[in-house]
């Protein structure tokens, strides 16, 4: 794994740790997104914001900020669980000397970043 002249990791070996990394942020933000959007309170909003899916007609006040702060609370706690896996990552990587890996992790951290920045907890119509 070591270079023995240069005393460091071979560019073939960065390289492809580096892309082992990325497809696996790639697939940790994916079954982010995917456990994000399956998962709701009872009785989801159809629409996004205002029909129950399963025909009791409007929501009241009440049941639709109780839907709101649920799907608030699911999709912030995923966003940090996100990010400390990612600086865990990094932290790790930047301690065993592999700065490229430490760098890398800087885009999908903006992407959890800019998510959370622009997410709305309802789609509007």
Known sequence: ??????G??????????????????????????????????RGELCDGA????DGRGDPTPAEWLA???????????LSVAVALILLVVAAVAWRRRRRDIALVQVIPLLLVTAFVITWTPYTPV
């Open 1 to 6: 794994m070591w270079d023995q002249e240069a």
């Open 8 to 41: 460091e990791v071979s560019a073939t070996k960065r390289v492809v740790s580096v892309g082992a990394v990325l497809i696996g942020d790639v697939l940790l933000l994916l079954v982010a997104g995917w456990i994000r959007s399956s998962v709701h309170l």
């Open 50 to 53: 205002n029909v129950w899916c």
């Open 67 to 77: 839907e709101m702060n649920f799907r608030s609370a699911v999709t912030y706690t």
